[in-house]
């Protein structure tokens, strides 16, 4: 029982992680229909800049946590939403318009140029930063396991939490939010409208890229590791995430990633953990079979 | 249907190799990008200063010697691209590749265009294939596996032990080897475990490893997991000793996990810069800024092999190299070489470690 | 005639100014935090790095680089303008000309590639990287099937070429068949992969398509990796045996009671022999890949996959079973990719799971996207691209996959229909020949 | 005159939503039925039941085959419709395959026999006289209703750039390549202009009296209605109200009263008002 709180604990964690990057899918493939496959590298990216803020903080003897974790946020949203609009500037917005493909291959492209990016001129090594925020607090001291909840775990858990909630305000409740809703449904009529179609794509990629980068902070806090590789794993996974929960759809991304990450620990958990992803895209697939639009997917209707 | 493209694309390459026929041409190759580039990274600072060294002495045979670096990534298909260009750029000596899942179909493009290789590879299948170009200056998984797997069945009898490894070549060919040294010992594992490297979080493990009440990890795979699955396990209030392999001398482990780094013991050759006759080396590569750890004075070694074999042969033609080879006795920056049948190193001899505030000694 | 050329919008020097200045500003905000600060390794803790005059110098290239770029695409801009308005040709006209092109392009590159070993037979790189081109260009006229022809986005392709693969590894190495033997065999398996892959997902679009396959080909991965008994695990399979030319091996010294290659013939061994044997067989291979895919395509089911491609509700309605067609096209791609596998675990003799990765699957689908999907010249085109920008990066050591990434980049926002869009129709009413003289005369 | 369809009791609901409420109607063969309605009454939905594109929730479909004796199309999935019954239909938003050219359009509607004569395509691989003699065929069949419709000079042209006005008449040709016993056109009007659609009317015409087709035709424009039907269905909020010969639904007060509502939008309906 107290195993499987911890599991639980450990894969809403995971799953918290994966949601904050799947929101950046599910958001850019809602207003342009595109999978950006360069987004886990902009996590990546993001992660990098974190560890630069967290080390320049270090020699500058700033030792609030706080303090801290506010400044790295803010830098890494700042530099992350511009490379987030720059890849959309360069890769993808010279192919709106073409077939659906060409910015599918664009961004994978993408993606292999960052990585190596990354590789060049941060180096391959692995890069550390000393712990943050150690230790936590013990919800359950049961006989022989004790349930731990880390600071860090409930940081992530907490922000996730925060920006959903913001999110959603955004996006139903604010002007951006209404245009937004309006190039995803309808680009060149929303054009005609007077929204600023172009303004709006932009925005809602660096709006995706500031989600990754405070996933990128977040990882960085709690794994304290980071390495040009990390981007792709994720990726992938969140992608997985914005499927399940039917991309386009902000609440099923967070429902998605929240799955993913307590199926990985509860199969790892309880069954093999070497099989873990096979369960993860089997399960995938079995959703998919029953729903085709994902857990909160809008169905679409076949119109004839 | 093909490539006017890869007409002109060949005519460029062909006389790009016929251009650096100059000297005495030796390359090295791993994975200078990728997931572990950073070992390609040391080869290649090891390989560069020993070709500067040696070229410093005179060269060999009276011969300049220039250095080609090839990229395979750890991807076995590039792997066998990159001996093809070696083979054409009629290199005379290789020292690589890196991983085992490399050099093995590599070895098979060097062996047919009798080309000499010393790799660090570990993996047994590298010399059991009857090849009699390959040498290994470094010990075999299996031997290594043993060490590792007797000492935590002597040092830690009665805890519970947990054999983890990454799913790798390498990795998984290791942790089956300490698994089966420690059952012949009489302990068995209480978990045996697989985890898919290049993911982030592992507080499954730690967890799982938690609730079984484990206190030793015995671990075959890469360091930058070890330093993960440590500081995680700290934060999940778990005290864990990790036992591992010849990867976890890369000092990036100590950065990555912290003081949680003192809990790593793992199996090596013996240490090179314990070695006296290597000191002037060692305080040469720490003048450059380059810590001598991992496979840096390994590929220094290679470079000192190939120069006295080649110097006692008289000749770099292969039948000479090879004889020479495989019947000296060369001394290198790691100690005494010599080889069997095989091509494995004779007396190779693992030692158990111990990360100790940054550095890495014997084990007592 | 300039005054109409130049009557397009065409900018200031101080606008130009201004938009390059812009670009550096935005290399500025970019470079700060990964080429003006980098963080090294101090005794084992971090610590941080300028690297200014570095960033200076990227930044001064991004603003030349856009000036250089603007003028060059004004001035390509201003040509193209100009030949648009001389030109009388009519699309027909083009679409002959491109057609034409395209054919002799295909030709010439028959031709040289048949020539490559002869001029070639010494250079072990060239002929085996032209090995390599060809494996992709199989793969692709493989994934072209699917992708190209029936519009399934399939980002695990490389399941099927890893089923193949393992199909003869396990086939040759634990019952003995031969190449030949195996090949059928290994390619029905791999064909029945895709049928089995294509089932669950038949009701899926798109997008929702390409993460199940993509879901798909990592659970083969994952399968092989973990299957120790099956697949050798991680250290995957080895000595796997090599094609042999009508019984002879290509080998220094035959097995007792045959004959090698170099013997039969009376020639001197030479490593060589194998390795221009794989190119040619290889060669055929893809020729005859190339044969059946385009007769495919000119047969009702060809025709078929493109209908579904263009408008699946429209099949329906004219009585097409679009379940059997989907199949059928899954299973012909998985099939192709079987074979190429096959080729691939010979020519390796090793093969482990790291050879199927994710990567793998998006090169394919890249050298399919790149070549202009459903054209069989432009697979060719985009693989021996795809396959040569790195291996030429390798003179650049570690700045090749950057290229290569660069390169994907900037040939889709170049032509993001593909280098070679054109389609040529699988019937006309009236051949193309005829027709024209038909307008030649009435002129 | 006998009755190739009749539709009895049809109701399909979605979720809350009721499309076609209970919905009975006969499709005399040879002729050319109309179904009018406003927008939203549930035209469409009804050609959806029918060529098995929505399974309808409640109610019988059943045509009377000429050489398969009666089909009853509810229980048929949609490709099976129109291969098994013969029932082949148009798009309201035309539906073509815009990168093939005209002709290619054309053979693929023949697909079924093609492919059958390709025998899984073995013998259309091999090239063997059997399969080429079905694709001569096949193109013979295309390049007379191309000529009928008189669209043969357009056939190596991709359908998708061609203009609107003759796209509609490439999906009619397309659809006859079937060989329909039933054909249905979903607003075949729709978009043309003056010219276009008395055109249509002929072709329409053409194909019933001369070819004795059956065609259900859905349609807003009431003079291609009034002007071909022999026979008019008129429904609204998925009920029938009205049915009969164009004359008699053009006087009935329930038609007029769907139609101009509370509105007045007189001049707009042409042949409909008084």
């Known amino acids: 029982m107290a195993y499987a709180l911890q599991q639980l604990i450990n894969g809403l964690t995971l799953g918290a992680m994966y949601g904050l990057i799947a929101i950046g899918y599910t958001m850019v493939y809602g207003i342009i229909g595109m999978i950006n496959f360069a987004h886990g590298d902009i996590f990546m990216v993001s992660a990098f800049i974190a560890i630069t803020a967290f080390t320049l903080l270090a020699a500058a003897d700033v030792t609030s946590i706080p303090l801290a974790l506010t400044f790295v946020l803010v830098v890494a949203i700042f530099f992350t939403s511009a490379y987030g609009w720059a890849v959309e500037r360069t890769a993808y917005r010279p192919l709106r318009g073409s077939t659906r493909l060409a910015p599918l291959i664009s961004a994978i492209g993408m993606s292999i140029f960052l990585q190596n990016a990354v590789q060049l001129t941060q180096g391959a090594r692995v890069k550390p930063i000393p712990p943050v925020l150690e230790g936590g607090v013990v919800l359950w001291d049961a006989p022989g396991f004790a349930v731990q909840i880390g600071w860090s775990q409930l940081l992530i858990i907490v922000t996730t939490v925060v920006l959903m909630i913001a999110f959603t305000w955004m996006i139903t409740q604010t002007p951006f939010g209404r245009q937004q809703r309006a190039c995803e449904q309808d680009r060149t009529m929303a054009g005609l409208l007077g929204v600023n179609v172009d303004r709006t794509i932009s925005l809602t990629f660096m709006l995706g890229a500031a989600l990754a980068a405070v996933a990128g902070v977040m990882v960085t806090v709690y794994y304290g590791v980071v390495d040009f590789f990390i981007g792709f794993l994720a990726g992938i996974k969140a992608f997985t995430a914005a499927v399940l929960g039917g991309i386009g759809s902000l609440p099923g991304a967070m429902l998605g990633g929240l799955l993913i990450g307590l199926i990985e620990a509860f199969w790892a958990a309880y069954l093999w953990a070497e099989y873990k992803d096979v369960a993860t895209f089997s399960i995938l697939c079995l959703v998919l079979m029953l729903r085709p639009s994902g857990l909160l997917g809008r169905p679409e209707v076949e119109k004839v | 249907m093909k490539k006017t493209l890869l007409a002109t694309a060949c005519f460029a390459l062909g006389s790009l190799s016929t251009a650096v026929l100059a000297d005495l041409t030796v390359a090295i190759a791993g994975p200078m990008t990728g997931q572990y580039a950073s070992a390609g990274d040391q080869i290649r600072k090891g390989a560069e200063m020993a070709i500067a060294d040696i070229n410093a002495r005179g060269g060999v045979l009276g011969e300049k010697l220039k250095l080609e670096v090839g990229d395979d990534a750890c991807d076995p298909k590039q792997a066998v691209s990159v001996a093809n260009t070696m083979v054409n750029r009629k290199i005379v000596f290789m020292h690589g590749h890196w991983c085992s899942s490399s050099t093995i179909p590599a070895s098979e493009v060097y062996n047919e265009a009798d080309i000499l290789m010393a790799t660090v590879s570990t993996n047994p299948q590298v010399t059991e294939r009857g090849l009699d170009n390959i040498f290994r200056i470094m010990g075999r998984d299996d031997q290594q596996g043993m060490v590792a797997g007797s000492y935590i069945a002597e040092a830690f009898a009665g805890k519970k032990v947990a054999v983890v490894d990454d799913k790798s070549a390498y990795g998984k060919g290791l942790a089956d080897e300490i698994a089966k040294a420690m059952e012949a010992k009489g302990m068995k594992p209480t978990l045996r475990e697989a985890i898919t490297a290049g993911e982030r979080d592992y507080s499954g493990l730690v967890t799982r490893l938690k609730q079984a009440g484990v206190e030793v990890m015995a671990y075959g795979g890469y360091h930058t997991e070890v330093a993960l699955i440590l500081r995680q396990a700290q934060q999940a209030g778990l005290q864990l000793t990790v036992m591992g392999g010849d990867t976890m001398t890369n000092s990036e482990l100590v950065t990555a996990a912290g003081p949680a780094a003192d809990n790593v013991m793992f199996t090596f050759s013996p240490d090179p810069r314990k070695n006296p006759d290597a000191a002037p080396v060692v305080e040469k590569f720490r003048a450059a800024k380059v810590e001598p750890e991992g496979y840096v004075l390994y590929a220094y070694a290679a470079m000192q092999l190939f120069e006295q074999a080649a110097t006692a042969a008289g000749s770099v033609d292969y039948a000479a190299l090879e004889k020479a080879m495989r019947g000296g006795s060369f001394d290198t920056v790691i100690g005494n070489l010599a080889f069997d049948a095989k091509g494995d190193q004779q007396a190779p001899g693992f030692v158990v470690y111990r990360w100790q505030g940054g550095q890495y000694d014997y084990a007592q | ?347 390796q003799g090793f093969i482990s799971p790291e050879s199927f990765t994710f990567t793998e699957s998006a090169i394919i689908l890249a050298i399919v996207v790149l070549g202009g999907m459903g054209s069989q010249m432009g697979v060719v085109l985009a693989a021996t691209l795809l396959v040569l920008i790195p291996e030429f990066g390798r003179n650049f050591a570690e700045y090749r996959m950057l290229l290569f990434g660069m390169a994907m980049v900037l040939i889709m926002v170049w032509k993001p229909g593909g280098l070679l869009a054109h389609r040529e129709p699988t019937l006309r009413l009236k051949p193309l020949d005829t027709a024209a003289r038909g307008r030649e005369g009435a002129r | 005159m006998t009755t190739l369809l009749s539709v009895r009791n049809l109701t399909m609901r979605f979720g809350g939503l009721t499309a076609i409420d209970d919905l009975s109607l006969e499709v005399p063969a040879g002729r050319i039925t109309g179904i009018i309605g406003p927008n939203g009454a549930g035209k469409t939905t009804l050609f959806n039941c029918l060529t098995g594109f929505y399974k309808p929730t409640f109610g019988t479909l059943r045509l009377a085959h000429p050489r398969r004796g009666e089909i009853r199309l509810e229980a048929l999935a949609s490709h099976r419709v129109a291969r098994d019954a013969q029932v082949v239909r148009t798009f309201q938003n035309i539906r073509l395959f815009p990168k093939m050219t005209v002709l290619e359009n054309l053979i693929v509607a023949q697909h079924n026999v093609l492919q059958r004569a390709s025998r899984f395509s073995l013998a259309g691989l091999l090239g063997l006289p059997g399969y080429r003699r079905a694709e001569r065929h096949a193109i013979e069949r295309a390049a007379m209703w191309l000529e009928r419709l008189k669209l043969e000079a357009l056939a190596d042209h991709a359908a998708g750039d061609l203009p609107y006005g003759i796209q509609r008449r490439i999906e009619i040709a397309r659809a006859l390549c079937v060989e329909p016993v039933l054909l249905c056109l979903d607003e075949p009007a729709a978009g043309l202009n003056p010219r276009e659609s008395a055109e249509l009317n002929e072709l329409l015409l053409y194909l019933c009296r001369e070819l004795g087709m059956t065609i259900l035709l859905i349609e807003h424009d009431m003079s291609v209605v009034m002007n071909v039907s022999d026979h008019i269905g008129v429904i609204n909020y998925g009920r029938k109200i009205a049915e009969g010969p164009p004359d008699k639904v053009k006087h009935d007060p329930h038609v007029i009263k769907a139609y101009l509502g509370e509105d007045d939008e007189v001049g707009e309906i042409e042949g409909v008002a008084p």
Not at chain 3, 136 to 165: C, H, P, Q, S, T
Request: with cysteine; hydrophobic share 55%; net charge positive.
């Open chain 3, 1 to 347: 005639m300039s005054a109409i050329v130049f009557a397009h919008h065409s900018m200031t020097p101080a606008e130009r100014l201004r938009d390059a200045g812009w670009v550096a500003f935005v290399g500025l905000v970019l470079g700060i935090p990964l080429i003006g600060l980098t963080t090294v390794d101090v005794g084992g803790r971090l610590a941080v790095d300028t690297r200014f005059g570095l960033l200076a110098v990227f930044v001064a290239a991004a603003f030349s680089g856009r000036l250089a770029l603007r003028w060059a695409l004004d001035r390509l801009r201003t040509r193209k303008l100009a030949r648009d308005r001389t030109s009388t040709a009519t699309a027909a006209d083009r679409a002959r000309g491109a057609q034409r092109a395209v054919n002799l392009l295909g030709w010439i590159a028959l031709g040289a590639a048949v020539a490559l070993p002869i001029f070639y037979s010494d250079n072990r790189y060239v002929v085996d990287t032209a090995t390599t081109v060809l494996i992709y260009v199989m793969l692709g006229w493989g994934l072209n099937v699917v992708v190209g022809l029936a519009g399934l986005l399939d980002l695990g392709y490389v399941a099927f070429y890893a089923v193949g693969a393992y199909a003869y590894a396990l086939l040759s190495t634990q019952f003995g068949w031969s190449f030949w033997e195996a090949l059928p065999v290994a390619g029905a398996i791999a064909a029945g992969f895709g049928i089995l892959l294509g089932y669950p997902i038949l009701r899926l679009r798109g997008d929702y398509l390409a993460i199940v396959t993509l879901g798909f080909g990592e659970i083969i991965r994952v399968i092989l990796v973990n299957w120790t008994e099956l697949s050798g695990g991680p250290n995957g399979i080895g000595s796997i045996p090599r094609p042999s030319f009508f019984g002879l091996e290509f080998a220094r010294r035959a097995p007792e009671g045959e004959q090698t290659f170099a013997g039969f013939f009376g020639l001197e061994f030479s490593a060589m022999h194998r390795i221009i044997f794989l190119y040619y067989l290889i060669l055929v291979l893809a020729l005859l890949t190339h044969v059946f895919v385009s007769r495919l395509r000119k047969l009702p089911v060809g025709r078929a996959w493109e209908a579904l491609r263009e408008d699946e509700i429209a099949c329906k309605a004219m009585g097409m079973n679009t379940t059997h067609i989907k199949l059928s096209a899954f299973a012909i791609g998985a099939m192709l990719g079987g074979f190429a596998g096959v080729f691939f675990a010979a020519r």
